[in-house]
């Protein structure tokens, strides 16, 4: 059978590790990764042949993009692309528009739920209690899944391990997204559509755990999607 196109969003930077992790993991889910960065749009004059997306990590999201930031102190600085949040805000729209199944990692998750009116926590130090600020790629903290959730029948439980590549996270919730997963300090570590559709957003990297089945079944779920709409 052909393989489903899946668009991965992303920066323009060399090392683009996310991009080849991400690939990798939609090709042993049996799709085809197809890159979408500020200087490789040509996949926009083809959208209508993409049958999945994946919104992927990176640097922080321009506060700009949304407003009642919570607790973003007055020194807090990061690194920002307005190329790229303009890029994938345009793809993520198009995305929900089309009813292309959608994961969105880390930075996509968050740009997700901003898109669909949310916010986000702008410094996760303010309120990290029970677990460290310290980020690891080694699945190292602890995933609370809502029982009964798209997340859950996917990950096949509703406890998992993951890993901690950020220092934001959302708030409140976009319009459609409901909270199915969150870590020993309550912050939010997964949301999903309030619908039977898939739109997933996570905000730990399961890309890089290839190692561990059940991040490989996201992938997997996001694939066996796109496949029944082809």
Known sequence: MKRPLIGITGPDKRLAWGWWFGALSVWLAGGRPVRITPKRQHWLQRFDELRGLIIGGGDDIDPNLYTDVTDLDSDVQGEYDAARDALESDVIRRGLAAGLPMLGICRGAQLINIVKGGNLIGDLKTVRKRTSNRWFVLPRKTLHVEPGSQLSQTLGGVRAKINSL?????????????????????????????????????????????????????????????????
Do not use: C, K, N
Request: without cysteine.
């Open 166 to 230: 950020h220092h934001q996270a959302v708030d409140q919730l976009g319009d459609g997204l409901r909270r199915v997963g969150h870590d020993l300090d309550d912050i939010t570590q997964a949301v999903e559509s309030s619908d039977d559709s898939f739109l997933l957003g996570v905000q730990w990297h399961p890309e890089y755990m290839p190692q561990v089945r059940r991040m490989r079944r996201i992938f997997r779920a996001l694939v066996d999607r796109a496949r029944a709409r082809a």
